[in-house]
């Protein structure tokens, strides 16, 4: 193997890295992107099921990034007020023992 060889592999293999990671940075605005649509289309009044049927995707998939957003109008709904005051009375009544008692020590 010569020097002007292996000097064209690893520009071949530059390459192909710099193409690699160009292709990446592209498919993660292409997902960003698709995500805002998404969420935008939720906001509008669009139902899950179709938004999923124009994505090509499962409507799972479409309910699982609007729960992680926190912009899905199942999110809102349990992220009013009235929601944490129940959550909070429930976490402030402790553990449910059924019958037996638990002890505490503040470490």
Same mark, same amino acid.
């Given at each position: ?8 592999? %690893?520009? +071949? ?11 990446? %940075? ?6 960003? =992107?698709?995500?805002?649509? &998404? ?8 139902p899950?099921?179709? &938004?999923?049927? =124009? +994505?090509?995707?499962?409507?799972y998939? &479409? =309910? ?21 005051? =129940? ?17 505490v020590?503040?470490?």
């Amino acid at each position: 193997m010569t020097d002007d060889s292996r000097h064209d592999g %690893q520009d +071949t293999l530059e390459e192909a890295t710099a193409a690699l990671h160009a292709a990446e %940075q592209s498919v993660s605005v292409a997902r960003r =992107r698709l995500s805002a649509a &998404i969420v935008a289309a939720d906001r509008s009044g669009e139902p899950v099921a179709q &938004i999923a049927l =124009r +994505t090509g995707k499962d409507v799972y998939e &479409i =309910r699982n990034l609007l729960a992680a957003t926190g912009t899905s109008r199942r999110a809102l709904r349990t992220d009013s007020v009235d929601f944490r005051k =129940r959550a909070g009375r429930a976490c402030a009544a402790g553990p449910v023992s059924r019958g037996r008692t638990f002890a505490v020590s503040a470490s």
